[in-house]
């Protein structure tokens, strides 16, 4: 059993940063970001495999957002850069036994932290 709890969000002007974090309480292969704004479905932004060395991103977030782990720590950050009010939405962290952008590959989930981008 894993669980995952999200902390650093908040409001932000566009353009500005922000780093998400992401503590887990087991062990965690996999590691996602997923966002959700309201009236939308979940959708995939970022993933991380288990040694930190594979990654993959949404397309509209390459180059600004990083996402990394710290296994010492067993917590996962994405870095939040260039924000733009489309970035708006609740973020969630989830885990997986690989890499992936599919939602429903992911076995736990977190409780969600808010992030709001201002035009």
């Known amino acids: 059993q894993v669980q995952l709890v999200e902390s650093g969000g908040g409001l932000v002007q566009a353009g500005g940063s922000l780093r998400l974090s992401c503590a887990a309480s087991?062990?965690?292969?996999?590691m996602g970001w997923f966002r959700q704004a309201p009236g939308k479905e979940r959708e995939f932004v970022a993933a991380v495999s288990r040694s930190g060395a594979i990654t993959y991103y949404l397309d509209s977030v390459k180059g600004r957002f990083t996402i990394s782990r710290d296994n010492a720590k067993n917590t996962v950050y994405l870095q939040m850069n260039s924000l733009k009010p489309e970035d708006t939405a609740v973020y969630y962290c989830a885990e997986g036994p690989a890499v992936s952008r599919l939602k429903n590959e992911y076995r736990y989930w977190g409780q969600g932290t808010q992030v709001t981008v201002s035009s």
């Open positions: 087991g062990r965690t292969n996999a």
